[in-house]
């Protein structure tokens, strides 16, 4: 059983087309939940933590929100350089070490 | 300043040879992970290290895979008698360490060894 689960697998938006991409996740303990982008050929880069429900942050046309069971990555008016795949991370997921867990990542493109 | 260096950036070997990736973190960073990577696919944990200790290797696939960090900086994993099926891109990321909010959990990820076993 997935413990992160991310949707949609791909997304295809036209440049200035808000949506959002969402992480599901079931852990007994998260100490926290993470968002990273990667672009091909390149290891992640660190986005947002998470840590608490109802916490949001942002950065430039990203926002990050978390319920108890979910997080959400908002993109608001996206151009193309934020095509990129966009990967949700949980760690602590069993509540015994600090152990992170990915899901498999939403691979993002947006149209100019 | 300098962020994680990883060596080999490519590896290629012979199934059967054994073979040791080198991770070098961020000067000064408390936790360092290794991950393997499919292509299209998120990055898969194997272990992680505080300082020297190794806190968790519950991801390493069996014994063949071992990993360490003797002075709590440099760290590396090592595949012994090595298998087609373990052609991957390794990666390895390091992170400050310490209490939220202080950047506890922020990874800074190496740009990875490709490794193919022939």
């Known amino acids: 059983e997935d413990q992160v689960t991310q949707s949609p697998e791909a997304l295809r938006l036209q440049e200035g087309e808000s949506s959002s991409l969402n992480c599901s996740y079931t852990v007994s303990g998260l100490r926290g939940l993470f968002w990273y982008r990667q672009d091909p050929g390149k290891g992640p880069e660190f986005l947002f933590t998470l840590y608490s429900a109802g916490e949001e942050k942002e950065k430039e046309r990203l926002k990050a929100t978390l319920t108890k069971k979910e997080s959400f990555l908002h993109i608001t008016a996206p151009k193309p350089e934020d095509s990129a795949t966009y990967l949700c991370a949980v760690q602590g997921p069993d509540g015994l070490s600090d152990k992170i867990i990915f899901g498999k990542g939403t691979r993002l493109h947006i149209l100019p | 300043g300098a962020g994680v260096s990883q060596s080999p950036r490519y590896k290629v070997t012979k199934r059967g040879q054994d073979v040791a990736l080198r991770c070098d973190p961020i000067?000064?960073?408390?936790?360092l992970y290794w991950y393997r990577q499919a292509l299209g696919q998120g990055p898969e944990f194997l272990t992680y290290?505080?300082?020297?200790?190794?806190?968790?290797k519950s991801g390493l696939p069996n014994d063949r895979f071992s990993a360490e960090r003797p002075e709590g900086s440099i760290s590396t994993l090592t595949i012994q008698r090595t298998e087609q099926r373990d052609s991957a891109m390794y990666r390895c990321a390091s992170s400050p360490g310490g209490p939220p909010p202080a950047g506890f959990n922020e990874q800074y990820f190496g740009p990875g060894t490709r490794l193919t076993v022939t």
């Open positions: 290290f505080n300082y020297e200790a190794q806190q968790d």
């Open positions: 000067s000064g960073h408390v936790s």
